[in-house]
Nanobody, 123 residues
Framework: QVPLAESGGGLVQDGGSLRLSCAAS????????MGWFRQAPEKEREFVAA????????YYRNSVKGRFTISRDNAKNAVYLQMNSLKPEDTAVYYC????????????????WGQGTQVTVSS
């Protein structure tokens, strides 16, 4: 088990920024590639960004490229999502996810999930 806890969500205006954090428990954090997903009301959960075990490669959905940045700190057992130039369509619950065998670029590759944190972007 890898308990994950997200924080940093909130209400922000169109064009604003937020930084999400995900803290993992346990001593095997570097054994997991990490990802961020989001789910808006009445929509499917969708991939946002992912990062490899060492942090040497990152992946993004097209609509967030150039605006969002995923990073990790294995010494702190944490992964982050810096979100800039936020838009109302970014409004969703954001989930942190861990994948042991593959980089979690789809929800089917995720072994563990956090509880989520709400991000609301007002127009």
């Amino acid at each position: 088990q890898v308990p994950l806890a997200e924080s940093g969500g909130g209400l922000v205006q169109d064009g604003g920024s937020l930084r999400l954090s995900c803290a993992a428990s346990g001593r095997t954090f570097s054994d997991y590639a990490m990802g961020w997903f989001r789910q808006a009301p009445e929509k499917e959960r969708e991939f946002v960004a992912a990062i490899t075990w060492s942090g040497d490669r990152t992946y993004y959905r097209n609509s967030v490229k150039g605006r969002f940045t995923i990073s990790r700190d294995n010494a702190k057992n944490a992964v982050y999502l810096q979100m800039n130039s936020l838009k109302p369509e970014d409004t969703a619950v954001y989930y942190c996810a861990a994948g042991r065998r593959a980089v979690p670029t789809t929800k089917f590759l995720c072994d563990y999930w956090g509880q989520g944190t709400q991000v609301t972007v007002s127009s």
